[in-house]
């Protein structure tokens, strides 16, 4: 029987930088400017000697403030916490990502946020200059993350501090995957660039015959595949971008492959809902399946499906030897995010605001939750919890059943 989770989660303020906005407002009151009124929710990153300011009231806060030391990393494993929200200055499309009990996501306030994963209290808040719709990703105890303005950065995770920054000749939305100590993200500049993780130094740049908005995915040791809006999936090897193969779709690819890493297999859909089953070695097909709608969405592979989302509302399950439909789930918008698995579920959303509790087995709807506004970013877990951004600037952490 379906059923509506409980009411959306209480919000937690982020109490340092709204003490902060309050110190750094009395300061610079003599300003002609007129200057916006703050929100007490949302971390606004200040701007020359209002930083300073702020870095020093943050140092003073501490634990106080609900995040923990920086001499005191908090556990990689997260035991249940309560339901918390935080709300943003911008849309959240950046998939958030869950690490050594840091939340860390981009917006298109122009900042990449860092709050602690069981209070939702911010860490630290980095001004880029750029909206962000690239997820981020973090190796070695530092977070990787691209701009709308075609940059790449490198900020330390504990502290937020800007360690390198490197240019690609466009927009980016691909999120990085970092393979053999290289970063290696596409940008509208119809390129795949690589950069050293360490010090950002460009070391490769593959050009395709379109822009890359898809994510770049590793597909085994060495190796990563991407799309691009010309139709065509590449696959590199990570070290030198040498090309080892590429496979022709009917359409572009605007999103990640799905990796089958227990068949060695890479599952790849494109814009006309064409979606392929490939050999990760040679590109080799497997098996073909027509799902009718555009796949704006990373495919999911589980132990016995491999999930897909369209962006016409339909989520299907596809028998992952095979390609045949097993069962399939209607929303009133597309599913344009990652589904989540949890156990034997999927915490699925759809574009229209709703949380979808999926059945692994049959495709059953266990429950929906609204979270009442459009959903693009794909959700992460966060102990029991599951935390995702909405296109209203909300980044939710949800109790799921």
């Known amino acids: 029987t379906r059923r509506r989770w409980s009411a959306p989660p209480r919000r937690v303020a982020a109490p340092v930088a709204a003490l902060a906005l309050v110190v750094v407002a009395g ?17 606004v990153a200040p701007p020359a000697l209002e930083e ?37 200055r911008g849309a959240i499309t950046s998939s958030p990502l869950v690490v050594a009990g840091r939340v860390v996501f981009g917006c298109r306030d122009s900042t990449l ?24 990703r973090e190796r070695s105890g530092l977070c ?48 795949v660039h690589a950069f050293d993780a360490a010090s950002g130094e460009r070391t490769w740049k593959v050009t395709t015959g379109s822009r890359v908005r898809a994510s770049v995915e590793r597909i085994g040791d060495g190796t990563v595949a991407v799309g691009s809006a010309d139709g065509t999936l590449y ?16 359409s ?31 590109g080799t097909v497997v098996w073909r399946a027509d799902l009718g709608a555009e796949v704006n969405a990373q495919p999911r592979i589980t132990e016995r499906l491999v999930v897909v989302g369209t962006g016409k509302g339909m989520l299907h399950a596809l028998d992952p030897d095979t390609g045949e439909r097993l069962w399939h789930v209607g929303a009133e918008r597309g599913f344009d995010a990652r589904p989540l698995e949890r156990g034997e579920h999927l915490v699925a959303p759809s574009y229209d605001g709703t949380l979808h509790l999926v059945a692994l087995a049959d495709g059953a709807v266990l429950e929906t ?26 980044l939710h952490a949800l109790a799921v059943p």
């Open 113 to 136: 946020y860092c709050l602690d994963a069981r209070s939702g209290a911010v860490e630290w808040g980095l001004p880029v200059g750029s909206g962000i719709g690239s997820s981020p």
């Open 369 to 394: 939750h609204s979270l009442g506004s459009e959903i693009f970013s794909s959700p992460a877990a966060v102990g029991d919890l599951v935390v995702l951004g909405t296109l209203g600037g909300t």
């Open 144 to 191: 990787y993350v691209g701009t709308y303005a075609g940059e790449v950065l490198a900020c330390d995770l504990e502290t937020g501090e800007l360690r390198w920054r490197a240019e690609t000749g466009g927009k980016i939305v691909s999120s990085p995957c970092i393979e053999s100590g290289r970063v290696i993200i596409g940008s509208y500049d119809r390129s």
């Open 52 to 88: 300073r300011v702020v870095g020093l009231l943050t140092q003073g806060v501490g634990q106080d403030a609900g995040r923990a030391s920086i001499d005191e990393p908090s556990p990689p494993v997260l035991e249940a916490g309560e339901p918390w929200s935080f709300r943003a």
């Open 252 to 282: 572009a690819i605007l999103t990640a492959v799905g990796y089958d890493a227990a068949r060695h297999r890479v599952v790849v859909a494109s814009q006309d809902g064409k979606t392929a089953c490939l050999d990760a070695d040679t």
């Open 27 to 43: 300061a610079f009151a003599l300003r002609a400017r007129e200057e916006p009124p703050a929100r007490e929710d949302a971390w």
């Open 235 to 250: 696959c590199l090897d990570a070290a030198d971008g040498t090309l080892r193969w590429k496979r022709r779709t009917t």
